[in-house]
């Protein structure tokens, strides 16, 4: 059973069925299609706003493409150490914006302060010898698995204004955040000060679906350029959007969040009776227990694949794991999870 990532996970069979319904007759390409305007339709009525919507099949390009839109080539990036588009996307960030620079900052529990990404904005501020900070960044979830609460990204925002920044937000999980608070997506996002989402469905049950969502569309003016001298302008773009159309009706995307992020819940209260400490709190759909060594190799030897990250530190030798699950995670394999967990305890 594959822990490893929500990755692993195959497409919803809803989304399958709307590619193939797309698939059916002729239809203009490069997204001149009605579906195609569909699907921004229903984008901008989930979020109750009227924004500017671009469709791409990765997370790196639609992070990387974002963040293009809103820092010059002199400029500057700030976002946690952790973030994703700094340890994980080959500075693909840094390729589409022609040369900006990351600025990690340190945050427990994955997430960026808003005194820290004020002092690291007004360092070297108007000096040319400086990288000079143009936007911050956010990952919902963060890369420990919690969630920014919308006051959070507010206060974030509120900096940002008062140093004409712009806030992005990495929204791979975005769906898992919001399953797990009590507001709309326009709380979590530009009611808060977002002003550029990438919204992510492969994570939770798309085949190749993410969306660049300007709140602010005056900054996308340029966007589909970008996308094109990228190559992420799809010919036969009808057959990515159908998915957000898939993704987006009845609720499809939140219900399988829901899912993923009750299974992550079974996870942990199972391994916390088990007395296996967490090392953040589950907010989605991912656990990061601090698993005593033998636990793990047993676990693993059992055929559980999941991320082992080492050890705690050198006097704590137990392992920093990454279990993750996704939308068409079940009960019983949670159960039988934590069955060999139990036997792995003795």
Partial sequence: MNFASDNTAGAHPDILAAIVAANEGRTMPYGHDEGTARARDKVCEVFDTDAKVFFVPSGTAANGLAVSCITPPWGAVVCHEHAHI???????????????????????????????????????RGDEHWSQVRAVSV????????????????????????????????????ANALAGQNCSPADMTWKAGVDVLSFGGSKNGALALEAVIFFNPSLGDDFIYRQKRSGHVLSKMRLMTAQMEAYLADGLWVNNARQANAMAKRLA??????????????????????MPQAMAAA????????????????????????????????????????????????
Avoid: W
């Fill in 86 to 124: 700094n340890e994980h996307e080959c500075n693909g960030p840094v390729m589409y914006s022609g040369g900006a620079k990351l600025l990690g900052l340190p945050g427990d529990q994955g997430k960026v302060r808003p005194d820290a990404v004020e002092t690291a904005t007004l360092q070297g």
């Fill in 139 to 174: 990952t919902q979830l963060t890369e420990k698995g919690t969630a920014y609460r919308p006051d959070e990204i507010a206060a974030i925002g509120d900096v940002c204004r008062k140093h004409d920044l712009y806030l992005h937000m990495d929204g791979s999980r975005f």
């Fill in 269 to 290: 209260d199972g391994l916390a009776a088990l007395d296996v400490e967490t090392a953040d709190p589950v907010d989605g759909n991912q656990v990061f227990p601090l």
């Fill in 299 to 346: 676990l693993q030897a059992a055929g559980f694949l999941f991320y082992d990250r080492g050890p705690v530190s050198a006097e704590d030798d137990r392992r920093r794991v990454r279990l993750v699950c996704a939308f068409n995670s079940t009960e019983a394999e949670i159960d039988a999870f934590l069955d060999a967990a139990g036997s792995a305890a003795g």
